[in-house]
């Protein structure tokens, strides 16, 4: 683009500084940045109760299991609407991404009101069939957690489908590897995880003396951390694809498909790990 | 955090957003987005507090017998209380804005909010008391 005038002012960008992530989410897609920000601000009242109460689940605070899943919330909702962000306006508004946004909200706010509960009742969210109730509720929060899943591999097909130039090609395939690699290795990953009685295998069956902030066994197999990189692939694989393509780095595509044959290797490296007993990086705190 | 550490805490930041409302000279209106503020965070104190002490609490809501059984919890009684001055706290905020939306001098204003932060309810009702004479009385306030 050649200027117009010598006398042109250079455009100052408007969003700098630390709000300005927030703001690009907002301005990407504002009803999913609302969304990640409730669950951001919803931390506030669990935080203070993780404080105050001394009730645990697998000898560990009541609260923490809300706490996790809204910081997972924030950054899942975050992702979506980032990802619309990088697509024309039009494909938000569209009957899918419309869709897409309404039901990601809505499956956010049902597992955020059973986690919420559990905690408030005191009794396990995950594996409890203690009650009816209960054991119905843990089954209804399956079948909403893989539509959440369902809801990053639908947007991944519709960035999929965008025609060539659209978007960098290297961004997209890292997106579209992402969605897909979220969903199906999740799948399986927690498939597995909630067909059993724990995530434990081997090991003591507690997370008090678990890794710092996520609780993973530090003495035997946890099949959370498979779970974990698995749906994490949603933010790592595009990640990896922005870091490229502001690097400007040749071949970038064929990076991305390299990256992501290592992240599935790497997922099934801690999967066939926690069944075999043995915990992740066992000397970390 | 003790219960008495947290009503020391909360009683605090209350008084703090009583004497914003009060001191700050009407033309202000930022007093009101500050006080609201601290009631958020007040208001997730409580939020808390229910989510911790509500399954564990006796008692009830049907008679009075039964709300003195609820509140022989320390816990709720804590959250009890934090309801107060969350609730008082933006009734106090409402008076402030109100007032200076019907023209109420700042001088009726700052005994009700006196009134409301000591006595709740009482506080409200003699704003409301100031306000009903106010609006049939000027012809300016809508």
């Known amino acids: 683009m050649t200027a117009t005038s010598s006398t042109a002012r250079q455009a100052v960008p408007a969003n700098t500084g630390l709000l300005s992530f927030p703001r690009a989410l907002h301005d990407a897609q504002p009803h999913l940045a609302a969304g990640a920000l409730l669950s951001l601000l919803a931390l506030v009242p669990v935080l203070i109760a993780l404080s105050i109460d001394t009730r645990t689940v697998n000898d560990i605070d009541v609260w923490i299991k809300p706490a996790k899943f809204l910081v997972s919330f924030v950054v899942y909702l975050g992702t979506l609407a980032w990802v619309f962000g990088q697509l024309p306006r039009a494909v938000q508004e569209s009957r899918s991404g419309r869709a897409i946004i309404r039901i990601a909200l809505g499956a956010c706010l049902l597992e955020s009101l059973w986690l919420i509960g559990a905690a408030v009742a005191g009794v396990p969210a995950h594996f409890n069939r203690i009650s009816l109730f209960w054991s119905a509720a843990y089954s209804a929060a399956g079948v909403v957690a893989v539509t959440m899943l369902a809801m990053i591999l639908w947007q991944g097909l519709l960035v999929a489908r965008q025609p060539r130039g659209a978007i960098a090609p290297a961004l997209k395939a890292a997106i579209v590897l992402g969605a897909v690699i979220a969903f199906a290795a999740t ?29 993973w066994s530090r003495d035997g197999g946890d099949l959370r951390v498979a779970h974990f990189l698995a749906l994490h692939a949603q933010q790592a694989l595009p990640l990896l694809g922005v870091l490229l393509v502001a690097l400007r780095r040749p071949q970038a595509t064929t990076a991305v498909w390299l990256g992501a044959a290592v992240y599935v290797a790497l997922i099934a490296f801690t999967f066939v790990q926690a069944l075999s007993d043995a915990p992740f990086l066992p000397w970390l705190g | 955090m003790s219960h008495e550490q947290l009503f020391s805490l909360a009683g605090s930041a209350a008084m703090a957003g009583w004497l914003l409302l009060a001191l700050v000279p009407p033309r202000f209106g930022w007093p009101q987005g500050a006080a609201t503020g601290i009631a958020l965070l007040i208001a997730s104190l409580y939020a808390a507090l229910i989510g911790v002490y509500w399954t564990r609490g006796e008692g009830g809501f049907g008679s009075l017998a039964d709300v003195a059984r609820l509140f022989e919890s320390r816990g709720l009684l804590l959250a009890g209380w934090v309801h107060y001055l969350a609730f008082d706290l933006l009734v106090g905020v409402w008076i402030r804005g109100e007032a200076a939306r019907i023209g109420l001098p700042h001088a009726w204003v700052v005994p009700c909010l006196l009134l409301t932060f000591l006595f709740g309810p009482v506080g409200w009702l003699v704003f409301m008391a100031l306000r009903l004479f106010r609006l049939r009385t000027s012809p300016v306030a809508a």
């Open chain 1, 187 to 215: 799948l399986v990953t927690a498939g597995y995880l909630s067909s059993g009685t724990g995530h434990w295998v081997g090991g003591t069956r507690s997370d008090a003396a678990g890794l710092s902030l996520l609780g």
